[in-house]
Antibody, heavy 120, light 108 residues
Framework: EVRLLESGGGLVQPGDSLRLSCAAS????????MTWVRQTPGKGLEWVAA????????YYRDSVKGRFTISRDNSKNTLSLQMSSLRAEDTAVFYC?????????????WGQGTLVTVSS | EIVLTQSPGTLSLSPGERATLSCRAS???????IGWYQQKPGQAPRLLIY???SRATGSPDRFSGSGSGTDFTLTISRLEPEDFAVYYC?????????FGGGTKVEIK
């Protein structure tokens, strides 16, 4: 059974940094691209960043470029999102998600989400 | 970047009725690049449909997808009580992923 477990969320002030982690199990982690998706409380879904299975290809949405860094440790089956210069508009539930298959970036497994609140 | 517009925002139907949800892309896209998700309160999204019309593992056959070009549709043939939820369409390219704003299917 595929399991994705996010951690690292919390309450931070504007301008602070935070690191999210996603522990994966139940599949061959290194062979799947992974993604972070966020959801503002009560609102819709927003793609944040994606990383290929080998970590060679990385993509971000414009609003987080230069502030967020996605990475993965395939030896530890862990996906990470380092977030810096956080803004109030980054407040959201952050989900990690697994690609269905390589080349098809829809997400067949999701974690339970971790809440990031940016507020003074 | 593709923008996805879902309509209606809310669909009020009774169990047993047919639900038709629309997703319109800002420009023509390939059918391979469209998916649909269901999300219930307090839960993560669940993949229902990928590549416009392929059902994901575990997705009941009352869910079907169709469309091409800029217009895509998710159809729920007969609503079950557990189908009342929010539905999102999604498009992906090599470098960007877009979600629609969602359609809430509520009990009438």
């Amino acid at each position: 059974e595929v399991r994705l477990l996010e951690s690292g969320g919390g309450l931070v002030q504007p301008g602070d940094s935070l690191r999210l982690s996603c522990a994966a199990s139940g599949f061959t982690f290194s062979t799947y691209a992974m993604t972070w998706v966020r959801q503002t409380p009560g609102k819709g879904l927003e793609w944040v960043a994606a990383i290929s299975g080998d970590g060679e290809y990385i993509y971000y949405r414009d609003s987080v470029k230069g502030r967020f860094t996605i990475s993965r440790d395939n030896s530890k089956n862990t996906l990470s999102l380092q977030m810096s210069s956080l803004r109030a508009e980054d407040t959201a539930v952050f989900y990690c998600a697994k690609n269905l298959v390589n080349g098809i970036a829809v997400y067949d497994s999701w974690g339970q989400g971790t809440l990031v609140t940016v507020s003074s | 970047e593709i923008v996805l517009t879902q309509s209606p925002g809310t669909l009020s139907l009774s169990p047993g009725e047919r639900a038709t949800l629309s997703c319109r892309a800002s420009q023509s896209v390939g059918t391979r690049y469209i998916g649909w998700y269901q999300q219930k309160p307090g839960q993560a999204p669940r993949l229902l449909i990928y590549a416009t019309s392929s059902r994901a593992t575990g997705s009941p056959d009352r869910f079907s997808g169709s469309g091409s070009g800029t217009d895509f549709t998710l159809t729920i043939s007969r609503l079950e009580p557990e189908d009342f939820a929010v539905y999102y369409c999604q498009h992906f390219s090599e470098t960007f992923v877009a979600f629609g704003g969602g359609t809430k299917v509520e009990i009438k």
